[in-house]
């Protein structure tokens, strides 16, 4: 590809399909370059099949997993199901989830399988915080392992740096949805006492965009079971009523 991109670049510029120049090789590389781009995800994972099977199917096995989190129509499983696959698979010491109360407009810890300490179920964050601010106008992760040590992330890491602390947080995914911040995954320290690498944080982002998304799904389920529920109550209301009332309508004696 690259010599027929060097001839065809060098007939362009010279006139001449072997002439070699500094202009012409330059261009040759951008251009070759440019194309290879595309296929750079096929080729690494072309590598990862032939060269490394076991990243492959471990890469394989958690795009399954983050693939089927919109069908989970609950919150407790939904947290236990994320607890325990991120945790073994990122090897993290702990992972919390939390999510969106409408209502107080605030970020709560979900419970999911394992039991949480008082000071972890008393942390919660206010949508208009700098925190939450930020995750929902990145699109990138807040990496608390990285943040004091970056200017931009100083003030955001300080507003927040005593529940990330009670916490033990190494990592926080936003999870958006419709310009809209729905949750938090939030990662603990890996127990290699690793920092989570670039193709980690990939992963965890597609995780939290399917979960933000089973969010979403939990939240107008629940808003229908509500719906429903309502619906009965009134229909029970209106029988316990009809039964109060005859069933004749009295006439006056004259």
């Not at 951008?30 to 590598?47: D, K, S, T």
């Not at 409408?102 to 709560?108: G, I, P, S, T």
């Not at 200017?151 to 740096?161: G, H, T």
């Not at 603990?188 to 965890?204: H, I, P, W």
């Amino acid at each position: 590809t690259f010599v027929l991109l060097w001839a065809g670049v060098s007939w362009l510029v010279t006139g001449s399909f072997f002439t070699l120049s500094a202009p012409v090789v330059t261009l040759a590389v951008i251009m070759a370059i440019l194309l290879a781009m595309p296929f750079r995800g096929r080729l690494r994972g072309f590598v990862e099949r032939t060269f490394d099977r076991e990243a492959y199917e471990f890469r394989e096995s958690l795009m399954d997993f983050a693939r089927g989190l919109p069908h989970i129509l609950d919150r407790r499983t939904l947290a236990a199901s994320l607890e325990e696959t991120l945790t073994k698979a990122m090897g993290a010491r702990w992972h919390y989830l939390f999510v969106l109360d409408r209502r107080a407009r605030k970020l709560r810890l979900q419970p999911g399988k394992s039991p949480l300490s008082g000071g972890a179920m008393s942390v919660e964050f206010d949508l208009s915080e700098p925190l939450c601010q930020y995750l929902l106008g990145k699109e990138r992760p807040f990496e608390v392992e990285v943040s004091p040590y970056s200017p931009e992330l100083i003030p955001v890491f300080r507003s927040a740096a005593d529940r990330l602390g009670t916490l033990q947080a190494a990592v926080i995914m936003g999870l958006k949805r419709r310009h809209e911040l729905l949750g938090l995954l939030v990662m603990g320290n890996k127990t290699s006492r690793d920092f989570y690498d670039a193709e980690d944080l990939e992963l965890l982002r597609t995780v939290a965009r399917e979960a933000a998304a089973a969010v979403e799904n939990i939240g107008l389920f629940e808003d229908l079971a509500r719906d429903r529920t309502v619906q009965k109550e009134l229909e029970d209301a209106s029988d316990v009523q009809a039964q109060l009332f005859p069933a004749d309508t009295p006439r006056l004696q004259s």
